[in-house]
């Protein structure tokens, strides 16, 4: 299945003032269109371009680097933007999620504190995660563009720290835009569908 970018669920003013338009417009309309793109080309010199995106990232996981790369940032950015929503954050989840959240995370504020520790300690760029591996939530973070796939587990959120995700708004403070993600942008409604899939 050809790769197709996405429309961005909200408008580009949406979630400001935590994440700017120019931010979106310049993460959406030109990087991961850049990875929708990179990834159609590679994934048909490779002959996978027949498979869905969970597919190829598994695939080529290891395997065929280019491919990886692009194919795994474009189911990343796929959710990216779904996990976030105008108005979204804090401390009210779903029910389902927040027992989850409590018997494998130690609560809400140990989530938080842990998830914004893994983004602020990945060095580089990368992804910090929330997954379910054999029936359990986890924390973890990836480099680059790697993500839980590919670790045998499904993401039920993510958030992207690459610099092109917070350097216009929020300069090199990449604690304050993890903070802003958990406190006002994350859609637990993604999450919790996420979640009752994966389970
Ligand atoms: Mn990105």
């Given at each position: 299945m050809a790769f197709e970018l996405?429309?961005?669920p909200y408008d580009y003013e949406a979630l400001q003032p935590y994440m700017s338009k120019e931010t979106l417009e310049?993460?959406?309309d030109k990087h991961h269109k850049a990875y929708v793109d990179n990834g159609n080309k590679l994934a048909a010199e490779a002959g996978m371009d027949k498979?869905?995106?969970e597919e190829v990232v598994k695939?080529?996981?290891g395997?065929?680097?280019g491919l990886f790369n692009n194919a795994a940032q474009h189911y990343n950015h796929i959710h990216f933007w779904k996990w976030m929503k105008k108005g979204g954050g804090g401390n009210k989840l779903p029910g389902a999620l927040q027992k989850a959240v409590d018997s494998d995370l130690g609560g809400y504020d140990k989530f938080k504190?842990?998830?914004i520790a893994a983004g602020t300690t990945q060095f580089g760029s990368g992804w910090a995660w929330v997954s379910v591996k054999d029936g359990k939530l986890?924390?973890?973070k990836t480099p680059n563009g790697e993500n839980p796939l590919v670790h045998g587990a499904s993401p039920i959120l993510?958030?992207?720290v690459w610099e092109h995700s917070y350097y216009i708004d929020y300069r090199n403070a990449r604690p304050k835009y993890l903070e802003a993600f958990v406190d006002s942008l994350i859609n637990w409604d993604h999450v919790l569908e996420l979640y009752e899939k994966a389970k």
């Open positions: 996405p429309e961005l310049y993460h959406h498979l869905s995106v695939q080529s996981f395997k065929n680097a504190s842990d998830f986890a924390i973890s993510g958030v992207d």
